[in-house]
């Protein structure tokens, strides 16, 4: 909650507030069709502004608790309504103006030839300072847009990092080069391979090698899938529904009966009371 919504801004007189709404359409008038926000009469305008427009509420307030006519609270609600659709104008002025300059300073910025360019500057002593933040966001914002679209790549500014452009290679490794000789080559960059050995027989040696009766080793075997072990339970327990076990079969629960099934789940059935294990 701002100082003005608390009450903590000093009480203005009447006189004061009577300056502030004049100042309204006054200051109005002068911003439209500038490009530059015109000045202000006080460093705090908008917290006056806002101290002005409480007063005006709390009159009408007073007026309907206290019964007056008609037409006086007609009129004072009137001139509420008013003062509201002018500060709405201004204030559209206005921030537009400052918009408007902070775009065109941060996009001016720089320009090719080195020199900084700036749009009409604002003499911020006789400004809010609630318009200068206002500002100083927007050209918060702007910069960023440079950042993110590479301006200064679209607009051809050199960037520059420490002393050497970028895109200029460093020069400073031929200071010892005499006049007229060659700078040296850099050593040729040594690739790695990895070694293998190359078959000493062709095709054709192969062949020759297969009809003087030396036959090619067979292929190894294929390694084959040990089937899992088996364990035999017997059923101690009837179940209506039957289980299923890792292959997706259904093994049918009936006490009595012996079933051969997986090591996980034979000890399955046993933990859960639906089977024994059977001596081997």
Wanted: charged share 30%.
């Amino acid at each position: 909650m701002s100082k003005l919504e608390k009450g903590e801004e000093h009480n203005l007189t009447p006189g004061e507030l009577d300056r502030i709404e004049k100042a309204i359409f006054e200051i109005a008038r002068q911003q439209r069709g500038k490009l530059v926000p015109v000045t202000l009469p006080f460093p705090d305008f908008w917290s006056r502004v806002g101290q002005l427009i409480i007063h005006l509420e709390q009159d009408i307030d007073n007026m309907r608790r206290e019964g007056a006519g008609s037409a006086r609270l007609s009129t004072a609600t009137r001139r509420l309504s008013n003062i509201r659709t002018q500060l709405r104008n201004l204030a559209n002025l206005r921030l537009s103006a400052l918009t408007s300059n902070a775009v065109v300073d941060s996009l001016l910025g720089q320009g090719k030839d080195g020199f900084s360019k700036t749009g009409k500057s604002i003499d911020w002593s006789k400004m809010d300072v609630k318009e200068r933040i206002f500002h100083s966001e927007v050209s918060i914002a702007v910069d960023k847009f440079r950042r993110v679209v590479s301006w200064n790549l679209l607009m051809g500014i050199e960037e520059k990092i420490g002393s050497n452009p970028v895109g200029v290679p460093e020069l400073a490794v031929f200071d010892d080069v005499e006049s007229g000789e060659l700078a040296p080559l850099p050593d040729p960059i040594r690739k790695s391979f990895d070694s293998w050995d190359d078959p000493d027989m062709d095709e054709e040696d192969r062949i020759r090698a297969i009809d003087a009766g030396y036959f090619e080793a067979p292929a190894p075997p294929t390694p084959v899938a040990n089937e899992p072990q088996l364990v035999r339970v017997r059923i101690i327990e009837s179940s209506e529904d039957p289980i299923i076990d890792e292959d997706g079969r259904e093994i049918s629960i009936i006490k009595g009966e012996f079933c051969e099934c997986s090591q996980k789940m034979s000890e399955t059935l046993i933990s859960i009371g639906l089977a024994e294990p059977v001596d081997p």
